[in-house]
């Protein structure tokens, strides 16, 4: 399908700006059943639908010479849930109706409100806005909708969930009842099906997500990280990528503030986008953006809806998105316009189960990958940096004379070395992590001929406990009085040693060298520290207890109740009795120390 059946003065803007035929959205649009109709459309971020619903409205806005009429109210209203969705969305259409003599008005929050009732009193064909925006004009009698023709909400299901209904609701409800309503969302939840039926009259219903290839241009990735090594695991993804343009979402602003505080830190060129910025300086990181100034957006996902970056080719969700959709609509950021995408996961230890179930409910295909090692980065360096010096160049007279000169005073080996040296030094450092991603652990299965019973115990392989096999040499030095401690994940929660030790620094702050033996059951974990901390590492957990409760706040760390060898002292079978139910199958039974 092409377009060439659409009035001249569009199809003369779409090969303009090198529109050969239309994506599976717009052409289903334009079908001949969906002429007229009202439209619920389910199409992915990126999918063209901007273009798709700005043809759908054609017909209803041009005359029979393809031009639009004077008029003083508008033809056409376009909503969308934030200002940077609005902006594009306005942009789009400015250059699409150009030929055609529209006047497009612009309403969104945080911008001059006396400009935008100016621009509607001297009379404009399309109107874009964010809801509370509109509903503002409409009350003040600045936004009179009595001949709109085409009402469009575009990513409805992004308006509802950020608590627009009402204004949704009043904005619609005056408007004429004749008019034609076009529903754009990346998904159909009940609410999205609720307001159609309210809103519309026998809907045609379109879904081109298959069509889309929603996912097709997007690879996705998972890294399993200890929770704190996440920052570090990012400054590594970022290294080893070196993406134009790279996103980072985090669920806060807080969070967004101190990543992006870290990363300029480091050396990066990062901006941010948050709740917390005025719209004057979110025009500025986004132009910092375009103009390749910066390579890195810390954002949160309200803010960074509509955000259309040419460039943007990694995304990495610093924190995992509360469900499939989120995902979606954060990873759509790129992958746009045929162009291939990375969207990454950086995934805490603990909450592994969750982002399989949720990629496999979204039916997402993905892989699980390792965290980039310092050495990975370097290799990946040397091969950006060969490549960069062999790409031919043009030099004139004056470089000649330079390189001459150079060479007078240094030999070509000492010159090479330099340019090297140069160029590294602009790199931010990569980072130690405390675990290099060996992420298959989840997935082990116990070896042939091996009891899974067997296995209930497991120590850190530090060598540390209240005393050793072999030769007897006693404990080691510092734990011949411990306190063991309880804490309540077990092997069916993913705990292991790597990221069990960081985190028990973080909530106790203590030190590694402050714990000692770990022994990881099937539903807990115990493990032992030095009397003498004990006491600091009990006040520590209580002030650290709760907060970030999906995360290391939520784990429950208690001292364990009497003495360590009948703690850990596997349960007997009662005489002539059952086997004790699950619950109470012997869950640890300590392997004996190796003797340093």
Not at 173 to 199: C, G, H, M, N, W
Not at 238 to 255: G, K, S, V, W
Not at 531 to 536: E, I, P, Q
Request: with cysteine; aromatic share 4%; glycine share 8%.
């Amino acid at each position: 399908m092409t377009f060439e059946k659409l009035p001249s003065l569009l199809g003369e803007a779409l090969a303009a700006r090198g529109y050969a035929e239309p994506t599976p959205v717009q052409a289903a649009v334009l079908e001949p059943e969906a002429e007229g109709r009202d439209l619920v459309v389910s199409a992915q971020t990126g999918s063209g639908k901007t273009v798709a619903f700005g043809l759908a409205m054609a017909p209803q806005l041009l005359d029979a010479k393809g031009a639009l009429p004077f008029i003083r109210e508008p033809l056409a209203l376009v909503i969308a849930p934030t200002r940077e969705l609005a902006l594009q969305v306005s942009r789009e259409l400015v250059w699409l109706y150009g030929k055609a003599g529209a006047r497009v008005a612009t309403c969104v929050g945080g911008m001059d409100a006396s400009k935008e009732r100016r621009a509607l009193g001297q009379g404009a064909h399309i109107v874009v806005g964010t809801p509370g925006r509109l509903r503002d004009h409409l009350e003040r009698g600045a936004l009179d909708l009595s001949q709109l023709k085409v009402a469009v909400l575009d990513e409805a299901d992004e308006m509802l969930d950020m608590g627009f209904r009402e204004d949704l609701e009043e904005i619609l409800d005056a408007t004429p009842q004749e008019r034609r309503t076009l529903l754009f969302s990346a998904t159909i939840p009940k609410p999205i099906v609720a307001l159609a039926r309210r809103y519309q009259k026998d809907a045609l219903r379109i879904s081109t997500v298959g069509a889309d290839r929603g996912h097709g241009d997007i690879a996705y990735q998972a890294m399993a990280v200890a929770p704190a090594d996440i920052e570090h695991a990012v400054v590594n993804l970022l290294r080893l990528h070196d993406a134009e343009t790279a996103m980072l979402f985090c669920a806060t602003r807080d969070n967004v503030r101190h990543l992006h505080a870290s990363l300029v830190e480091r050396g990066f060129d990062a901006v941010a986008l948050s709740g917390e910025h005025s719209q004057n300086e979110r025009n500025a990181a986004l132009q910092a953006l375009r103009d390749r100034r910066a390579r890195v957006c810390v954002a949160t996902d309200v803010a960074a809806r509509g955000i259309d970056l040419p460039t943007l080719s990694l995304v990495v969700h610093v924190e995992l998105p509360r469900d499939a959709e989120t995902l979606q609509h954060r990873s759509g950021r790129t992958g746009r316009a045929g162009k291939k995408g990375i969207a990454i996961l950086v995934t805490p230890y603990p909450r592994r189960k969750r982002v399989d179930m949720m990629m496999r409910g979204a039916r997402i295909a993905f892989e699980w990958i390792k965290v980039p090692t310092p050495e990975d980065i370097r290799e990946k360096d040397r091969e950006r940096l060969l490549a960069a010096l062999l790409e031919p160049i043009e030099v004139d007279d004056e470089d000649r004379a330079l390189a001459q000169k150079l060479l007078q005073e240094r030999s070509p080996e000492d010159l090479a070395a330099a340019l090297v040296r140069v160029h590294r030094a602009k790199l931010p450092m990569a980072e130690e992590m405390v675990d290099h991603g060996q992420n298959d652990r989840h997935d082990r299965s116990p070896a042939k001929g091996q009891d899974r019973g067997q296995d209930r115990g497991q120590d850190s392989g530090q060598g540390r406990g209240p005393e050793r096999s072999g030769n007897d040499q006693g404990p080691r030095p510092g734990f011949e009085d411990t306190v063991w401690f309880r804490m309540d994940i077990g092997r069916r929660d993913n705990a292991d040693p790597r990221w069990i030790l960081p985190l028990l620094c973080r909530r106790g702050h203590v030190t590694k060298r402050d714990i000692g033996a770990i022994r990881i059951g099937a539903s807990e974990t115990l493990f032992e520290l030095p009397r003498t901390v004990a006491g600091k590492f009990s006040a520590a957990l209580k002030r650290t207890e709760g907060g970030d409760a999906e995360g290391e706040g939520g784990v429950r760390i208690e001292p364990v109740q009497g003495h360590a060898r009948e703690v850990l002292k596997p349960h007997k079978r009662p005489p002539g009795g059952a086997p004790p139910r699950h619950k109470a199958k012997p869950a640890y039974k300590p392997k004996p120390h190796r003797a340093r």
